[in-house]
């Protein structure tokens, strides 16, 4: 059974940084690659990182390029996401899944509610 369990977000003023964690199980964790989401209400999951099964390859869209980092700790099965240089449009709720630029599993966690505002 997939579990994924994020966890890392809070309120956090413009210019600030955060440090996303999300623990997985029930998968191959180790040959997966992985990827984080962001989603408002109303509006559609985005993209926003994602990292190969070994951590050599990474993307990231224009929005959070040279912002944000994504890591993978294969012995913890978990994945990180540094957040710097915050900005009041990186609010949402952040989630992880498998994959490299598209979910892998129809299952989501709870996610982790970040806001930006001073």
């Known amino acids: 059974q997939v579990q994924l369990v994020e966890s890392g977000g809070g309120l956090v003023q413009p210019g600030g940084s955060l440090r996303l964690s999300c623990a997985a199980s029930g998968f191959g964790f180790s040959n997966s690659a992985m990827s984080w989401y962001r989603q408002a209400p109303g509006k559609e999951r985005e993209l926003v990182a994602g990292?190969?099964?070994?951590?050599?390859?990474?993307y990231y869209p224009e929005s959070v390029k040279g912002r944000f980092t994504i890591s993978k700790d294969n012995a913890k099965n978990t994945v990180y996401l540094q957040m710097s240089d915050l900005k009041p449009e990186d609010t949402d709720v952040y989630y992880c899944?498998?994959?490299?630029?598209?979910?892998?599993?129809?299952?989501w966690g709870q996610g982790t509610q970040v806001a930006v505002s001073s």
């Open positions: 899944n498998a994959g490299f630029r598209s979910p892998l599993y129809k299952y």
């Open positions: 990292i190969s099964f070994s951590g050599g390859v990474k």
